[in-house]
T-cell receptor, first 113, second 113 residues
Framework: GQSLEQPSEVTAVEGAIVQINCTYQ??????LSWYQQHDGGAPTFLSY????GLEETGRFSSFLSRSDSYGYLLLQELQMKDSASYFC??????????????FGSGTRLSIRP | DSGVTQTPKHLITATGQRVTLRCSPR?????VYWYQQSLDQGLQFLIQ???????AKGNILERFSAQQFPDLHSELNLSSLELGDSALYFC????????????FGPGTRLTVT
């Protein structure tokens, strides 16, 4: 099986940059994805990393280091609307036709003016 | 709007009862997933269907069952309801069976009294 760890809460200031980390333990690896969820809303797909390096999509970037079993989501030019929970997710088990996505417990990001 | 629809939006019922939650995936998506999210908790994977067949199973209780119909819509049946079943139930869909990019519906909030 696989397990994911991410901080439960992060606080940042509007206009700043924040990084949300995710470490995973796995017997195999297929890729790391990130989802955003506002209070009372549905999760929304943000990004997916299968290879090492940085993937950039506007103000959001996601990074993966397979050798360190580590990834992060980077949010730049923070806006109040970025206040939400952010989940990393992996497939468990990897390389299986019956694998399912396992979500981390989520990081609640609070933005201060 | 993700294109995934779920009905009903809210459901209040008593312990011991049975309910059915309905999900219609995005047009063209063959895979449907069901998740449970309790208050301030992460997303717990329940079950996945792909093109009408069960694909992967998570920690789904025996009191719960699901199916995907030929028109690809899916239903999640919850029976002998307990207070602890109160949660948000999300349906998600994806094009392929192993996609990392899932599109979530708005969820059904179930309250068991």
């Amino acid at each position: 099986g696989q397990s994911l760890e991410q901080p439960s809460e992060v606080t940042a200031v509007e206009g700043a940059i924040v990084q949300i980390n995710c470490t995973y333990q796995t017997s195999g690896f297929y890729g790391l994805s990130w989802y955003q969820q506002h209070d009372g809303g549905a999760p929304t797909f943000l990004s997916y990393n299968a290879l090492d390096g940085l993937e950039e999509t506007g103000r959001f970037s996601s990074f993966l280091s397979r050798s360190d079993s580590y990834g992060y989501l980077l949010l730049q030019e923070l806006q109040m609307k970025d206040s939400a929970s952010y989940f990393c997710a992996v497939r468990d088990p990897p390389y299986s036709s019956a694998s399912k996505i396992i979500f981390g417990s989520g990081t609640r990001l609070s933005i201060r003016p | 709007d993700s294109g995934v629809t779920q009905t009903p939006k809210h459901l209040i019922t008593a312990t011991g009862q049975r309910v059915t939650l309905r999900c219609s995936p995005r047009s063209g998506d063959l895979s449907v997933y069901w998740y449970q999210q309790s208050l301030d908790q992460g997303l717990q994977f329940l079950i996945q269907y792909y093109n009408g067949e069960e694909r992967a199973k998570g920690n789904i209780l025996e009191r719960f069952s699901a199916q995907q119909f030929p028109d690809l819509h899916s239903e999640l049946n919850l029976s002998s309801l307990e207070l602890g079943d109160s949660a948000l139930y999300f349906c998600a869909s994806s094009v392929t069976a192993d996609s990392y990019e899932q599109y979530f519906g708005p969820g059904t909030r179930l309250t068991v009294t």
